[in-house]
């Protein structure tokens, strides 16, 4: 697989050891994670994700890519964006994404998520990358909107998240709408 990624802005790396105070910034906010499945993480939460990330890298063949999203200027890790394939006969993957509050709305994510969907189509050989957010996640679906991505429906009820059921707005796109 050709990583790191790069794009004008960013590189997208595999995690390492040494990444865990950035990521516990953004895991352990309370607003970063407030749509989120996880968080906001304890100390513990966030080595355990990253020992988690930093194992699942040495997976044959590779099917999960959490990647360190690194402002490159600064060379400053500024979130984490995530593409799983989840079913390989129908060559279907997910993605994901989150980032530090100090760096919202500046196209981070959008970037990002471009790179991420590219490799997706390009180098896993993907059909179809779907993502799911929460419905008062306004940012998060207009990034998904940016790209390329149709809301396909409205999930209800379909996560047990924080001690509640969430719904999701449900956003793919296909091989040949990215090309």
Known sequence: MNLPLETERLILRDFIESDWPA?????????VVRY???GPNSEEDTRNFLQREISLQKEEPRQHFTLAVILKPQNQLIGTCRISTLDTVNKTGSIGYCFTKQFWGQGYAT???RAIISF????????????TCHPENIASARVMQKIGMQQEGYLREHHWIKGEWRDSWLYAILEHEWT
């Not at 997706?120 to 993502?131: D, N, T, V």
């Open 36 to 38: 989120l499945i996880f």
């Open 111 to 113: 970037e990002a998520v």
């Open 120 to 131: 997706g189509f390009h180098e896993l050989g993907l059909h179809r990358i779907f993502a």
């Open 23 to 31: 990521i516990h910034q953004y895991a352990g906010d309370r607003e």
